[in-house]
């Protein structure tokens, strides 16, 4: 996969990940304490749907633009929401443009709570820094996040959510994220870790999933969604995610929501969704 994620801004896989972000941040704030967002692989943080890299791929039209036209219930419009909110103030920008998840995680939490972003790329650091860099709650740190997350658990705040994002450039991706989170959760294992991942062979992932339920948390919850009636390793399927410690009644919630978007970025059949406890308390 390429690493400029500004070829991919908005794409199915992008508005898959950016809702659960939202929904998780939702439940996170219903509490008046303070919680911390640690963002492991956060990219530039805003990306221009008008820019070349957009325009060459076309990815959003199907992602971003799909939900745009859709006309959903009144259910599945509030589970969307807030992402949905932040999408289309964005997208209605002149230039248009797609707020990453830094931008969501800013937007979505409150004066209390706190955010770390690393960024490894320095160009994509730099302008993370330029967009974030002025909100006093957040903290950019050009550093590779797989060397200092576990020592950064558990947060003061003692709440709070860890997203892993990685760009998947290296064949053994899947491993790393489960040999670091096996250093990192027993530090901090009522904390919430949410896991993107790309599905091309089912069987990597499926493998993947078996080493993320041997994790010290309490509960695992899987989503998959994806787009074809049959898997190819030679092409994105779908994507996932897997998530620890799920905040309360998340599952019914994306098992609604997820339905949905699998119907609505489909391109064989109806596209498909499967929601599964990886374990349960």
Known sequence: MNYRHAFHAGNFADVFKHVVLARILAHLALKEAPFRVIDTHAGAGLYGLDDPEAQRTGEWIEGLGRVLEARPTERIRELL????????????????????????ARRLTRPQDRLTFYELHPSEAAILREEAGHDRRAKVLEADAWIHL???????ERRGLVLIDPPFEQPNELRVITERLAAAVPRWNHGIYAVWYPIK????????A????????????RADLTRYDVN????????????LN???????????VGHWLASLFAIEGSGHFRLEWLKAE
């Open 210 to 221: 078996r080493r993320m339920a041997a994790l010290p948390a309490g509960k695992i919850l």
């Open 246 to 256: 799920p905040p309360w009644r998340l599952d019914e919630e994306l098992g609604q």
């Open 81 to 104: 929401q807030p992402w949905l909110a932040l999408a289309e103030e964005y997208a209605g920008a002149s230039p248009r443009l797609y707020p990453g998840s830094p931008l969501l």
């Open 232 to 243: 190819r390793v030679d092409r994105l399927n779908g994507c996932g995610m897997i998530i």
């Open 201 to 208: 062979a089912m069987r990597e992932v499926d493998a993947f």
């Open 150 to 156: 576990a020592g950064q658990l558990p947060p003061p």
